[in-house]
Nanobody
Framework: QVQLVESGGGLVQPGGSLRLSCASS????????MGWYRQFPGKERELVAT??????NYTDSVKGRFILSRDITKNTVYLQMANLKPGDTAVYFC??????????WGQGTQVTVSS
């Protein structure tokens, strides 16, 4: 089992920045992948960014604005979000997989971009 605890969501003005954090109860070196999804009201969750091995992947709408990073010593991944737009408003979920693969999810954190 893996517990994922998120933090860092909130309200920000358009053009602003936020950093989301996701702390894993297991060493992230033991996880196959780790990253973030988001869910818009009435929509399915969609991939935002993920790290698989040493390779990071981003959905097109966030490329150049969001950066995914990880701190192995803290078993934590971060999503640094810049130049935020109202269209980024969503609930953001931390996600991880192990080698089975089994999928783990955080509880979700709200990001609201509004003036």
């Amino acid at each position: 089992q893996v517990q994922l605890v998120e933090s860092g969501g909130g309200l920000v003005q358009p053009g602003g920045s936020l950093r989301l954090s996701c702390a894993s109860s297991r060493s992230i070196l033991e996880l196959r992948s780790m990253g973030w999804y988001r869910q818009f009201p009435g929509k399915e969750r969609e991939l935002v960014a993920t790290i698989l091995g040493d390779r990071s992947n981003y959905t097109d709408s966030v490329k150049g604005r969001f950066i995914l990073s990880r701190d192995i010593t803290k078993n934590t991944v971060y999503l640094q979000m810049a130049n935020l737009k109202p269209g980024d408003t969503a609930v953001y979920f931390c996600h991880a997989t192990d080698d089975l693969p089994f999928h783990y999810w955080g509880q979700g954190t709200q990001v609201t971009v509004s003036s």
